[in-house]
C-alpha cells in the first residue's frame, strides 16, 4: 500500500487534499521566489560594498558578487556580446582573488558563501560547453581558478 492511500484511509480525503497542497506549495516554496537578473551596474555597487565591508563578511559578499557577473557573462553570450562576456570573466577571475584573499579573514558564513560558489561554478561550466572553441580557451582559464577557490572555501568549511 503506498503512503498516500494509507493517509486516505485512515484521516479521510481532507486529510490528502490538504496534503497535496502543502506538498504543492512546498515545493513552490522551495525552488524560492524569482530573482531579477542584476545588471553591471548593480553589481559593480555590490561589489563597492563587498570592500567596505567588515573583513569578516568580505567572503560572502564577494561569492554573491562573483555569482552575479557569472550569470551576467552567461546573458551576454546568449545575447551575442561576446567580447563584453570576455571581459566579465576576466572580472570575474579577479573578484574570485579578492575573494580567496578574504577567506583568511576569519571570515562568517563561510557556508552560504561555499553553497554560493558551487552555484557559480557549476553554471560556469555549463557556459563552457556551449561556448565556441575561441571563447572556451579564457573561460576555461576562468572556471579553473574559481574551482581551485570554491575547492579552498569547502576545505576551510569543513575545517571548522
Known amino acids: ?5 494509507w493517509m486516505y484511509r485512515k484521516a479521510g480525503c481532507g486529510m490528502l487534499v490538504t496534503l497535496l497542497l502543502s506538498v504543492g506549495a512546498g515545493s513552490a516554496w522551495a525552488s524560492g521566489p524569482e530573482v ?14 563587498a570592500e ?11 561569492a554573491e558578487v562573483v555569482q552575479g557577473f557569472t550569470d551576467l557573462a552567461g546573458r551576454q553570450m546568449a545575447a551575442g556580446e561576446d567580447e563584453q562576456a570576455r571581459v ?11 575573494l580567496h584573499n578574504a577567506m583568511a579573514k576569519d571570515a562568517k558564513r563561510l557556508k ?10 557549476r553554471h560556469l561550466s555549463d557556459m563552457v560547453r556551449v561556448a565556441s572553441a575561441e571563447q572556451r580557451t579564457n573561460m576555461q582559464s576562468t572556471l579553473q581558478h574559481l574551482n581551485a577557490v570554491h575547492s579552498e572555501l569547502l576545505a576551510t568549511v569543513f575545517a571548522k
Open 88 to 98: 566579465t570573466l576576466r572580472h570575474v577571475d579577479t573578484i574570485a582573488s579578492k
Open 52 to 62: 567596505q565591508a567588515d573583513p569578516r563578511d568580505q567572503c560572502y559578499l564577494y
Open 112 to 121: 552560504n558563501a561555499e553553497q554560493t560558489m558551487n552555484r557559480a561554478t
Open 36 to 49: 531579477a537578473a542584476l545588471d553591471a551596474t548593480a553589481l559593480a555597487q555590490m561589489e563597492q560594498r
Open 1 to 5: 500500500m503506498v503512503a498516500w492511500e
